[in-house]
């Protein structure tokens, strides 16, 4: 292992190390970082903070590029994001499936390339905050309900999640062979879904009851313009 201290990242979201270059995040341009070299991997450093890791190069001349690292630039120039090479190199990882290509052509045919491809980016986005197998299910079912836009990935794929958690209900009726059900749940009916059980004791009357009787056994009718 080895360590080479303050790379600057000037060009195009990349390190040059070793005649490659590997991405960094957007937000690393003209600063400087620390690389630690590791036998099969690459690990980028702002101060003491991990901000990229690559499977380390061995030819020369290559470049390693993440799309993570890119989406902030193409959310706001989508016209760019096709062609792009980290989403070639994506495709190539498994981490672009075919279900992210399926949901952001229905989302372009839907919405027009630029502002389909921006919803497109978004979701992405998501996949910082949730685990690729839940984005990618999210992803699968919004496309089945025809739900384009990624507050509807976000919430189903925060249902995939939860239901890794809690135990299968059962089928109220059963579904044909090929034909999974795909219904999106608006997030008020989600939220009331999940709500705690009340615990709290069903209200009684009994307290009233008793009050009756005493006013009874008093003999208590009230005078004629007396206060009730």
Known sequence: MS?????????????????????????????????????SQLVVYDR????????RLIAKGGCRLDLDHYLEALIRKPGA??????????????????????WWAAAVKAHGDAEGTRALIE???????????????????????????????ALEARKAAQAEDEPMLPAASPQAVGQ?????????EWKLHHLPPDTRPLPSV???????????????DHSEGEAQ
């Open 206 to 220: 009994t307290p009233y009851d008793q009050l009756l009787r005493r006013r009874r056994a008093s003999g208590g």
């Open 180 to 188: 999974p059900s795909a219904t999106v749940t608006f997030l008020h």
């Open 123 to 153: 979701v992405l986005l998501l996949g910082r905050h949730i685990a690729h197998e839940h984005l990618v299910a999210g992803l699968a079912t919004a496309l089945r309900a025809g739900a384009l836009t990624a507050d509807a990935v």
């Open 3 to 39: 360590s080479r201290s303050l790379l600057a990242a000037k060009f195009r979201e990349q390190i040059a190390v070793r005649t490659n270059r590997y991405s960094v995040p957007v937000r690393l341009i003209g600063k400087r970082v620390r690389v630690m070299l590791h036998a």
């Open 81 to 102: 994001f096709p062609g792009a090479t980290a989403l070639e190199q994506a495709r190539s990882a498994g981490k672009f499936t075919p279900v992210h290509d399926a």
């Open 48 to 55: 003491n903070v991990e901000v990229a890791r690559h499977e």
